[in-house]
Nanobody, 123 residues
């Protein structure tokens, strides 16, 4: 069983930064793909970034160059560094895990989910 808990969300102004963290509990030594997703009110959940067991990263186009996904394998913590935040980035952010060496950046491919952390970007 894998358990995920996010933190680091908050309210910021456009152009500011936030770093989200996701503590991953459980045995993920056999190979997991980890990802960040977000969902705004009235919209479908969408993939933001993921990192596979080899360290390969994938980003949605709208966050490329602004967001960075990373993982501390010694502490089992997944991060999402978000810079130059825009109002369109406002959403509930979720971390997710799938027991696979890699997975598409599509919510349906992920089995384990955290409860989410809210990010609000407004002036």
């Amino acid at each position: 069983q894998v358990r995920l808990v996010e933190s680091g969300g908050g309210s910021v102004h456009p152009g500011e930064s936030l770093r989200l963290s996701c503590v991953v509990s459980g045995d993920i030594s056999s190979g997991y793909c980890l990802g960040w997703f977000r969902q705004a009110p009235g919209k479908e959940r969408q993939g933001v970034a993921n990192i596979d067991s080899a360290g390969k990263t994938t980003y949605r186009d709208s966050v490329k160059g602004r967001f960075t996904i990373s993982v501390d394998n010694t502490k089992n913590i997944l991060y999402l560094e978000m810079d130059s935040l825009e109002s369109a980035d406002s959403a509930m952010y979720y971390c997710a895990a799938e027991r696979s060496n890699s997975a598409p950046l599509i919510p349906d491919f992920y089995t384990y989910w955290g409860p989410g952390t809210q990010v609000t970007v407004s002036s």
